[in-house]
């Protein structure tokens, strides 16, 4: 597509910077330079509007034509008896690419999310849930128990388009209360008109917290004073107030379960959740999905079984969320490493003496010059794409917004495996 | 490039060819006739003695999509036991109960399957599923768009809207997710579920909406009817599972009115309350009442013992189901005013009093429903069993003795509710050959599929005959792909890619309006970025061509 069919203006943009994947942004396009006409937040602004250094392929730090950067990112790889693939942030089809790469070199495939995304596998794999989707939310919900996180650092427009709205399918008064178990969130994130409590709650007391509710819900009060450090009567005043809730909402985002196994405390959520359901509807809402996690692991899913943490080092899928982490696979065996990180420059490859192609978001600034350097374009502002958000339903078409020559992951991975076969 | 294949018995009902020893020609990827006695055939293959038939198609199998991904997320450890191993041509994937996109592409492939459709895509999930879709190798796939349960439909019913509107809506609703047919899924009762209602009969009344399921059967089956859909009504009827809900099934049909319609996994949906433990089989009256309604077609959705994982759209029967989870866990998700899904892993054991007697009802309906065109081969993958099972299914459709032999070993009090052991007929491959190919191309209007005359795709599948059709039906000699070689002797040798099917039915324009507000108003997502383009298909499926069916308006 040349520059000049690209409109000036483009409506209807999704957002690939956070897992809500909003589509109705404007954004204008000038010079090569995007700005965010309507419907941005404190995330999207900056990753549009972020002006986009000149960046070249590069070679221990030399600047090199592209097809030398593929050809010495090939040789790597050939040469390695276990690569890891790992960050992984891209889009459909740079997912596509390196599950099919990987597999084909025998690779470990990781998400730089995965360590958040286990607090959830784990325990759908264990026990299961009983969930619901945005949509759902901004038309049913009428109570939101928010745990351990404010969501806004993360999705800033949660609150806007799933709470905020009087209007919905049932009605144009609706009132949805929210709960912030934990910390609420800064004034200035939430749209006004919205009628919040915060119940103090520190992250790793939420598991105990859980469990209390679930015993009041079930109308066995137990003898204690407190629970995870709330006094009894206000968790029994919002045990109540679930209990009546027609089509209460649980809200977690794992990515801020930065503790010690908090799959433990996804699952007492989950649990408590469940318990709600046998009188009225209450639903779980798991918050996630940045730099393009859900996408690699559904398409890694559905391709092979498994998600994250899967190697084919043995000819066949082998899933084991312990030995296949970044840090461990570096740690033992790794002798290539390509780290892929398309939306974020920030998101650099973990510190490592395994050699490394970095495919990375145009102007990423390493410590250390990897091996290899190929800047790539962002899906859904350098080139088209597909993505999905983090209820695992809807995927998303990505917008081209400008011109660029960047390659995308995907172009930039299937020229290695082209280059491979002269290897 | 020319190619022959010499000598096999044909079985190509579609075309009334019961057995007969014929020759095969095909050039670039179609079937074509014997040619001049000049031209040079560049490939032969010998078929002496070796069945011939069409490429089987699945009209029911549950392979791309949320659910199944759910499903193969909860089950690694099912995934572990079964690895398919990288070869020079395929891709490492696991298997069965809710298999890796690639490897159920090859296993479909290796069985002689050529076609499969996805009979569960959630609108607003659409695009997921053909990227599943897409992701599945060589077979031909194509998806059945839910409705019944999105909030746009019953809103427009509620208001008492014109059948002309609504034919609007699902004529838009499967140009945007680009499906070939309609699918409800308990009709209503979706949506009930999330007004925490748990169960809901023919005609009990949505508890917002005011409409029965009922009313949404009849009012989609003549919207299907009108618009010119091939395809009749894909119905999974109210009270799946439910004792007792053949009254529920019976009321279905009739629900129709006498436009087509067909009911799926059948199986799971005529259930009696005789008997000590309230539960039977209503296998002999759904049957006859099949028999006697030329407009009503179905699948057994048969089931067969052992590990698999149930994935439904049906979250209301769902939920109850999770109390029988085996291992123990259970996904229920409410999506996007849109519809929802569960997820129950299930293992059916042979020594269980219930699940002995689904065996023999979904066997009962195959043998008692006469007329094999309106009877198709499933287990609902995975539902009732992982596809994979077919051949044996086959084989007790096809051996009476090895059938009885069988429902001898199950739970004794289900045998004594059973008359399955008095049934005589045993299934020709004639009919096999109608009930998994020439009858799921005809129901689906795939007019150059599941045949081999001159003109028709090549997708060709050569059995080595074998006195136990269980080994001649799981790995055939050779499996050609709109011409191509895919498979040997059971193993893949060549990777393709398949086509999409869809439909296009007309639709006023207008509609868009109406949506584009309710879209604005309420969803999550625009309507600008909800419809799929042509360009995203064939992407998602590698180059596939997405075949477009015609439709013709019928009047009401």
């Known amino acids: 597509m040349s520059a000049s069919s690209i409109p000036d203006e483009q409506h209807d943009v999704a957002c690939p910077f956070c897992g809500l994947v ?108 009983i969930n619901t989707t945005l949509t759902e939310v901004r038309n049913r919900a009428d109570l939101l128990v928010v745990a351990g996180t404010d969501v806004s650092g993360r999705f800033p427009r949660f609150f806007e388009r799933c709470v905020a709205n009087r209007e919905t399918m049932f009605g144009d008064e609706r009132r949805c209360e929210v709960v912030f178990l934990g910390q609420g969130p800064p004034d200035d994130a939430l749209p006004p008109g919205i009628a919040t409590t915060v119940i103090p709650c520190e992250g790793p007391r939420l598991q105990e917290v859980f469990g209390v509710l ?46 010690p196994h908090a799959e433990l405390t996804v699952q007492s959520l989950c649990e408590l959740v469940r318990e709600l359901g046998r009188t009225t509807r209450f639903c779980g809402l798991p918050l996630a999905g940045g730099d393009g996690d859900v996408t690699f692991d559904s398409v890694h899913l559905w391709q092979s079984g498994f998600g994250s943490r899967t190697s084919y080092g043995r000819g066949v899928p082998e899933y084991d969320p312990y030995h296949f982490s970044t840090e461990r696979v570096l740690e033992h065996g790794a002798d290539a490493l390509l780290w892929v990180s398309s939306f974020n420059e920030a998101r650099t490859p973990p510190a490592s003496a395994v050699p490394t192609i970095v495919l990375g978001r145009a102007g990423m600034a390493l410590p250390e010059p990897p091996a290899v350097f190929v800047p790539v374009g962002t899906p859904g502002v350098d080139h088209a794409g597909h993505l999905f958000r983090t209820d695992r339903v809807v995927a998303l078409p990505l917008a081209r917004l400008r011109a660029s020559d960047l390659p995308s992951v995907a172009e930039a991975v299937e020229s290695i495996e082209e280059a491979l076969s002269c290897c | 490039m020319l190619l022959k294949i010499t000598g096999g018995t044909v079985y190509d009902p579609a075309n009334g060819v019961n057995g007969e020893v014929r020759d095969l020609h095909v050039r670039d990827g179609r079937l074509v006739a014997a040619p001049g006695a000049d031209e040079r055939i560049d490939q032969e293959y010998d078929a002496g003695g070796c069945v011939v038939m069409a490429g089987a198609i699945d009209l029911h199998t549950h392979i791309g999509g949320g659910k199944m991904n759910i499903a193969r997320a909860m089950l690694p450890e099912d995934h572990r036991g079964d690895l398919l191993a990288r070869t020079d041509v395929t891709r490492a994937s696991s298997g069965h109960a809710a298999p890796g996109t690639l490897a159920a592409g090859y296993r479909y492939a290796e069985m002689g399957y050529t076609a499969c459709f996805e009979p569960a895509v959630l609108p607003v999930n659409a695009r997921q599923a053909h990227m ?217 054991r042979d020594r269980n009093f219930v699940n002995a007697l689904q065996w023999a009802i979904g066997l009962e309906i195959f043998l008692l429903v006469d007329d094999p065109w309106r009877v198709f081969l499933t287990t609902d993958h995975p539902n009732g ?38 049934l005589d007929r045993e299934y020709s491959l004639y009919e096999i050959a109608i009930l998994t190919r020439a009858a799921p191309a005809r129901i689906l209007g795939l007019a150059d599929r599941g045949h081999l005359a001159p ?13 136990d059709p269980e080994r001649m039906f799981t790995a055939p000699a050779w499996v050609f792909k709109d011409g191509e070689l895919v498979a040997r002797d059971g193993r893949i040798v060549q990777v393709t890619w398949g086509r999409y099917h869809a439909v296009v039915p007309e639709y006023d324009p207008g509609i868009e309006r109406r949506l584009r507000e309710y879209f604005d108003r309420y969803h999550t997502i625009g309507f600008g970025n909800f419809r799929i383009t042509e360009d995203e298909m064939t992407a998602f499926g590698h180059g596939a061509t997405l075949v477009n069916h015609a439709c013709t308006r019928r009047s009401a």
């Open chain 2, 132 to 348: 599943e879709m897409g992701d599945t190798p060589i077979v031909d796939k194509g998806g059945y768009v839910m409705l019944g349960s999105d909030d746009f439909l019953l809103r427009l019913m509620a208001s008492g809207a014109e059948q002309a509107l609504v034919n609007d809506y699902v004529a838009w609703t499967l140009n945007a997710t680009r499906c070939i047919a309609i699918k409800v899924v308990n009709p209503g009762g979706i949506s009930a579920f999330k007004f925490n209602q748990r169960q809901m009969n023919l005609d009990a009344k949505h508890p917002f909406y005011g409409v029965t399921p009922r009313d949404i059967v009849r009012t989609l089956s003549r919207a299907v009817y009108e618009l010119g859909l091939t395809h009749p009504l894909h119905v999974h009827a109210s009270n799946l599972g439910v004792p007792g809900n053949e009254v529920t099934t019976l009321g279905t049909m009739a629900a129709a009115e006498g436009l087509p319609i067909h009911l799926t996994h059948i199986q799971f949906h005529s259930y009696g309350t005789e008997g000590d433990r309230k539960f039977s089989s209503a296998a002999a009256r759904i049957a006859e009442a099949i028999n006697g309604q030329p407009n009503v077609s179905c699948d057994v959705g048969q089931i067969l013992f052992g590990q698999t994982v149930t994935a439904s759209g049906d979250t209301m029967m769902q939920y109850q189901n999770a109390a029988h989870a085996h291992p123990r866990k259970a996904v229920v998700m409410d999506i996007e005013c849109d519809a929802g899904c569960g997820v129950v892993p299930f293992r059916y």
């Open chain 1, 22 to 129: 909003c589509d109705d942004l404007v954004v204008a396009t000038h010079d090569g330079r995007l700005s965010v006409r309507a419907n941005g937040c404190r995330i999207s602004i900056p990753a549009f509007e972020r002006e986009t250094p000149v960046d070249v392929p590069r070679v221990g730090g030399r600047p090199v034509p592209l097809a030398e950067a593929v050809t010495e990112a090939a040789r790597l790889l050939h040469e390695a008896r276990q690569p890891l693939f790992a960050g992984l942030g891209t889009d459909l089809a740079g997912a596509r690419a390196i599950a099919r790469l990987a597999e084909r070199l025998g690779g470990v495939v990781d998400h730089m999310n995965s360590a958040a995304g286990l607090r959830d596998t784990m325990v759908l794999q264990d026990s299961g849930w």
């Open chain 2, 455 to 467: 003109g028709a795709v090549a997708d060709i599948t050569v059995y080595r005959r074998q006195p």
């Open chain 2, 385 to 422: 069993a992982p596809f994979t099972t077919y051949p044996h299914l086959i084989r007790l459709l096809m051996d009476r003795t090895f059938r009885n032999e069988r429902l001898a070993l199950l739970n004794p009090a289900a045998q004594a509710l059973t008359t399955l052991g008095t």
């Open chain 1, 214 to 259: 679930r015993t009041l819900v079930t109308g066995r009060p137990p003898k204690l004073e407190s629970g995870g450090g709330i006094p009894m009567p206000v968790l029994e005043s919002l045990a109540q107030r679930m209990r009546a809730a027609r089509y209460g909402v649980l809200v977690w985002a794992a990515g801020d379960f930065a503790f």
